[in-house]
């Protein structure tokens, strides 16, 4: 159970493009979810959290209009990156948990790269 | 704001050896998460620490934190190639369980065969 779904695995795109990334709770509901970003042997660094039905609350630091979060249902997340750039190519990864005191669930990522 | 300080960086066992990783807080830890990372692949989960003094094992993986919940040790015994990848300890960000986690900056095992 607590399965977190992550989709597209692999994206590339074009500098001035939007990219757009989901998350999915494929088993259970979600009424927060975090996204976080991944440099090249660093580790996570925690950009904001997504919650259902408000807005997102976004990390010190992390530009809310260069990093759109919608959460319009209880098992789905998107983050959207807006006029992409090469510095915005990163592992980007999402996060959810089933209830309130278990550990977080991780989709498999996605890997962004802006030509 | 918490930061949590892993040690070593980077590991390089022969298959069979044990090891140890460590996790240390700069404020009392109210929940202690360990997860493992393949590169370029979402976080697998290991263990989940609350309480001081509590240890916890999975097949050949325990994971510990010290009675004043500021630090965590990790030990793999007898590794196999399997167990390389990136370990990761994560803690709650804050007194309430808001679920966000923040991480420590990861430790790579390698494990010769």
């Known amino acids: 159970g607590a399965v977190v779904s992550q989709h597209p695995s692999r994206v590339i795109c074009k500098s001035g493009t939007s990219v757009k990334i989901e998350c999915r709770s494929l088993?259970?509901?979600?009424?927060?979810m975090f996204w976080y970003r991944q440099f090249p042997k660093q580790s996570l660094m925690l950009m904001a959290t997504s919650n259902e039905g408000s807005k997102a609350t976004y990390e010190q630091g992390v530009e809310k209009d260069k990093f759109l979060i919608n959460h319009a249902s209880l098992t789905l997340s998107t983050l959207t990156v807006t006029s992409a750039h090469p510095e915005d190519s990163s592992f980007y990864i999402c996060s959810a948990s089933n209830t309130p005191n278990s550990p977080l669930h991780f989709g498999n990522g996605t890997r962004l790269t802006v030509t | 704001s918490q930061e949590l300080e892993q040690s070593p960086q980077s590991l390089i066992v022969q298959e069979g050896k044990n090891l140890t990783i460590n996790c240390t807080s700069s404020k009392t830890l109210y929940g202690l998460y360990w997860y493992k990372q393949k590169y370029g692949e979402g976080l697998i989960f290991l263990m989940m620490?609350?309480?001081?003094?509590e240890e916890k094992s999975h097949e050949k993986i325990t994971a510990k934190l010290d009675e004043k919940k500021q630090q965590s040790s990790l030990h793999i015994t007898a590794s196999q190639p399997s167990h390389a990848g990136i370990y990761l300890c994560?803690?709650?960000?804050?007194?309430?369980?808001?679920?966000?986690?923040?991480f420590g900056q990861g430790t790579t095992l390698q494990v010769k065969p």
């Open positions: 620490l609350q309480k001081g003094g």
């Open positions: 088993d259970f509901q979600a009424t927060t």
């Open positions: 994560g803690a709650g960000s804050g007194s309430g369980n808001t679920g966000k986690l923040i």
